[in-house]
Nanobody
């Protein structure tokens, strides 16, 4: 089993910054991609940013130029630095990771989510 624990959400004024963290733990052999998704009320979950084990990144258009995803492979941790936050960034942010367990089985796991609220 793999557990993903997110932290760093909260309330911030428009234009402010937050840094989200997500640490993966469990019987992990390797992690491929780690990413951040978000879900606003009455909307579908959407990709924010993803990073591969080799450091290749991909961002949603809404995140480009404002958010930066990074990871520490030694700590199985992914980060999302969010700058110039806007009220429309308000959502529950979820961490996702996929890879291989020590048993060689594939896993694709989600964190419990962390609330980000941006006030205008």
């Amino acid at each position: 089993q793999v557990q993903l624990v997110e932290s760093g959400g909260g309330l911030v004024q428009a234009g402010g910054s937050l840094r989200l963290s997500c640490a993966a733990s469990g019987s992990i052999f390797s992690i491929n991609a780690m990413g951040w998704y978000r879900q606003a009320p009455e909307k579908q979950r959407e990709l924010v940013a993803v990073i591969t084990s080799g450091g290749i990144t991909n961002y949603a258009d809404s995140a480009k130029g404002r958010f930066t995803i990074s990871r520490d492979n030694a700590k199985n941790t992914v980060y999302l630095q969010m700058n110039s936050l806007k009220p429309e960034d308000t959502a529950v942010y979820y961490c996702n990771a996929d890879g291989r367990l020590l048993t060689t089985l594939y896993f694709d796991s989600w964190g419990q989510g962390t609330q980000v609220t941006v006030s205008s």
